[in-house]
């Protein structure tokens, strides 16, 4: 792949099957934790992320944990590998491209650590 194929980009890893919202967001420190060890280090962090919640299906009986990133795909794929260990068997995860819109806080981020203003 290309380093033009492989530039940073806003993918979502949507961590799947929460009966409630607040058992998504539950699983966000510990995701925090495996992103970010050390919350007090120096900007920027070596992956950009945010989170949100979603419906998961049709029914609205479930609820997803989405881990929005601004990374390459292969730092994307290594992210949603750590995810999917610490989120076990038992959680369906899964990896799409995201839209930039949806995630601007994110994007800014991104250009302030960049310095890309």
Same mark, same amino acid.
């Given at each position: 792949?290309?380093?033009?194929?492989?530039?940073? /980009?806003?993918?979502?890893?949507?961590?799947?099957?929460?009966?409630?919202? #607040? *058992?998504a @967001?539950? %699983?966000?420190? !510990?995701i925090?934790? %495996?992103l970010?060890?050390?919350?007090?280090?120096a900007?920027?962090?070596?992956?950009?992320?945010?989170?949100?919640? *979603?419906?998961?299906? !049709?029914?609205?009986?479930?609820?997803? %944990?989405? @881990?929005?990133? @601004? *990374?390459?795909?292969?730092?994307?794929?290594?992210?949603?590998?750590?995810?999917?260990? @610490?989120?076990?068997?038992?959680?369906?995860?899964?990896?799409? #491209?995201g839209? *930039?819109?949806?995630?601007?806080?994110?994007?800014?981020?991104?250009?302030? #650590?960049?310095?890309? /203003?």
């Open positions: 792949m290309s380093r033009a194929e492989d530039r940073p /980009r806003v993918y979502e890893i949507r961590i799947a099957g929460h009966p409630s919202t #607040e *058992a @967001l539950a %699983l966000q420190d !510990p925090k934790r %495996l970010c060890p050390d919350p007090d280090h900007p920027p962090c070596e992956v950009p992320w945010s989170f949100t919640v *979603a419906d998961d299906g !049709p029914d609205d009986d479930s609820t997803a %944990l989405v @881990l929005g990133v @601004l *990374a390459s795909k292969e730092q994307t794929t290594q992210v949603a590998a750590r995810v999917r260990a @610490l989120a076990g068997e038992a959680r369906a995860v899964g990896v799409s #491209e839209d *930039a819109g949806e995630w601007e806080e994110l994007v800014e981020q991104y250009r302030f #650590e960049k310095g890309l /203003r």
